[in-house]
Structures are given as C-alpha cells and as structure tokens.
Nanobody, 118 residues
Framework: QVQLVESGGGLVQPGGSLRLSCAAS????????MSWYRQAQGKERELVAT????????NYADSVKGRFTISRDNAKNMVYLQMNSLKPEDTAVYYC???????????WGQGTQVTVSS
C-alpha cells in the first residue's frame, strides 16, 4: 500500500523556519521523483519543489528560491523541505507528492498545515 505521511507543520512567526518531513512506504522510493506542493485557502495547489529519484539539482518555484531546500534520504525513504525566512504568504497546507516512475502513478500525502503569522 502506497503511503506518504507528512509531519513538521505548525505556527511560526515571519522570518522563522520549519522543517517538513515526509515518510514514504509501499513503493520503491529510490525510483520515484518526490515533490512538495502547497495549497493556500481559496487558491489552486502549486508546486513548491521537486527532487529527482537520484537526487541531483532540485527545482523550485520562484517564490521560494533561496529560502526553501528540498532533500531526500533514500536509505530512510524520507523527503524533507527546509523552509527558512518564512513569510505570511507561505501559509498553506503542504503536501508530499511522489511520482512512482515504474508504476506511472502519482501519490499524495494527507497534508500538513503551515501558518506564518505574528
């Protein structure tokens, strides 16, 4: 059973940091591209960052470049999103996403709320 479980969300002040984690199971993690998406209230879900199955150079949305870092640990089946210099506009539900290449299948986590407010 494919499963993605996010953790690490919460309330943080502007300028603060959070680290999101996503635990993957039920598929070959090292053969899957991993991403973080977010969806703010009343807005469409948007891609935040992507990292290939082999690691390599990640891709980021322009709005988070230089502030967010995506990383993965294939030995632990984990993907992370380090978020620094957080802004109120980063407030959203953050979702972990996997594209399982050998199944040609997309999988989503349940989401974790990030709120940036003073």
């Amino acid at each position: 059973q494919v499963q993605l479980v996010e953790s690490g969300g919460g309330l943080v002040q502007p300028g603060g940091s959070l680290r999101l984690s996503c635990a993957a199971s039920g598929f070959t993690f090292s053969s899957s591209a991993m991403s973080w998406y977010r969806q703010a209230q009343g807005k469409e879900r948007e891609l935040v960052a992507t990292i290939a199955y082999s690691g390599g150079t990640p891709n980021y949305a322009d709005s988070v470049k230089g502030r967010f870092t995506i990383s993965r640990d294939n030995a632990k089946n984990m993907v992370y999103l380090q978020m620094n210099s957080l802004k109120p506009e980063d407030t959203a539900v953050y979702y972990c996403h996997a594209f399982i290449i050998y199944l040609a299948r997309h999988a989503w986590g349940q989401g974790t709320q990030v709120t940036v407010s003073s």
